[in-house]
């Protein structure tokens, strides 16, 4: 029953089974076989790439010069997304990449340097998404396709090299790009077992978080995983009515079913959940709604986290007025829920989810691929 439970979250198989296929190699024994390597040179490749963040497999100093451009040849790629795109926010703090895979389909992610040493990195875990949020732009355009694990790794793994450069390293990953992390489960779970690996880029579970819209299914399964990664949950409403107005997927998992798998979640992980609040005008930011989602969130092991909105250009939606949002966040804590306001960062350059692709396509592939540091 618990079929999750029997796929293979090894990190290395699941690197090489995504880079062997796109050579042409039906797996990874073939591919070992085809090039006579031993696993500790499958081990050495692998190294490279996820934990000294080498960018190309014939920069494996460690390989024989042979064989580095054998791999090369024979299609052996570090990197499954190119970027085409890459800006950076008036005060730095904030890249936003647009990256291309191997179809054409594009992708977003985006790096914040917060003060101190704290990096996040904003991670999409398929191109579009099927749920339709009718404030979110990557909502409004569709589903394209899922992504597999090195393709949503590589997103990451690409700001780890840059970072590098400057003597810096991620610290938090979040899964709240482009796309519906619960609808690839396994590809993301996968995903998370290549982000969480000591021998490659070894981020801690609790610096990773997976945001959902909301799969009660999903959220069942992930309680049983039995990992220390945060669980966040999109609510952006305080009752159904509100929620089905924004969010399709209300009407098959409702509030109350998706508050009853949190409290299974809980139960079963002891771990806090995450509340995601997108400030909409008058939409969901009325001082009843606070009151209402104070009584839903009162009492359990929840947090919330306001957000205020990014403005999409054609949308029907406006953010809520800072000092309104002020009002709404103390109405929750005085009612004793935890609340925090999110810091908006890259405005300027509409780093919210699906902007950039929005902004760009069709023209995107006029545009030259320009480097961080140019
Ligand atoms: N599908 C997942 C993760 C991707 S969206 C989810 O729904 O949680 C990550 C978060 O950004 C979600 O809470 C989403 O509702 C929010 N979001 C989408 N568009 C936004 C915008 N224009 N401004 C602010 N938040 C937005």
Redesign the pocket.
């Known amino acids: 029953m618990i079929e999750w439970a029997a796929v293979t979250r090894d990190p290395l198989s699941v690197w090489f089974n995504d880079v062997v296929r796109r050579a042409g190699f039906s797996s990874t024994d073939e591919f070992a076989r085809h090039f006579e390597l031993k696993p500790y040179r499958l081990k050495q490749i692998y190294r490279a790439a996820a934990k000294e963040l080498v960018g190309d497999v014939d920069e494996v100093t460690t390989l024989p010069k042979d064989l580095r451009a054998a791999l090369k040849e024979r299609g052996i790629a570090f990197t499954s997304v190119e970027p085409v795109v890459i800006q950076r926010s008036n005060d730095a703090q904030t890249s936003k990449g647009l990256f291309r895979l191997r179809d054409g389909k594009e992708v977003e992610a985006v790096l914040m340097e917060h003060y101190g040493d704290r990096t996040t990195v904003c991670i999409s875990s398929q191109a579009g998404?099927a749920?339709a949020?009718a404030?979110?732009?990557?909502?409004q355009a569709g589903f394209t396709r899922n992504l597999e694990p090195t393709e949503i790794f590589d997103q990451a793994l690409f700001f780890a090299r840059e970072l590098a450069t400057r003597g810096k390293r991620i610290t938090n990953i979040v899964?709240?790009?482009?796309?519906?992390?619960f609808h690839n489960y396994d590809a993301v779970m996968n995903a998370v077992a290549l982000l969480n690996d000591p021998h490659g880029l070894g981020l801690g579970h609790r610096h990773i978080t997976i945001?959902?819209?909301g799969l009660v299914d999903k959220i069942d399964a992930f309680a049983e995983e039995g990992l220390q990664v945060n669980l966040?949950?999109?609510l952006?409403a305080p009752n159904d009515i509100v929620r089905n107005s924004i969010m399709p997927v209300n009407r098959r998992y409702n509030t109350e079913q998706l508050l009853e798998a949190c409290e299974r979640y809980i139960d079963k992980t002891n771990r806090k959940v995450f509340f995601?609040y997108?400030m909409l005008d008058g939409v969901n930011d009325s001082e009843e709604h606070a009151r209402e989602l104070a009584s839903l969130m009162r009492g359990h092991l929840y947090h919330v986290n306001l957000?205020?909105?990014?403005?999409?250009p054609d949308g029907p939606f406006a953010g809520t007025a800072e000092d309104r949002i002020w009002r709404f966040a103390a109405i929750l804590e005085e009612a004793g829920v935890p609340t925090t306001v999110r810091h908006n960062m890259g405005r300027d350059i509409a780093a919210?989810?699906?902007?950039l692709r929005a902004e760009t396509q069709p023209k995107a592939h006029k545009v030259a691929a320009t480097t961080l540091s140019s």
């Open positions: 998404c749920f949020c404030f979110c732009s990557t909502g899964f709240m790009g482009m796309g519906e992390p945001s959902t819209v966040a949950i999109s952006h995601e997108v957000i205020p909105y990014n403005t999409t919210a989810c699906g902007q």
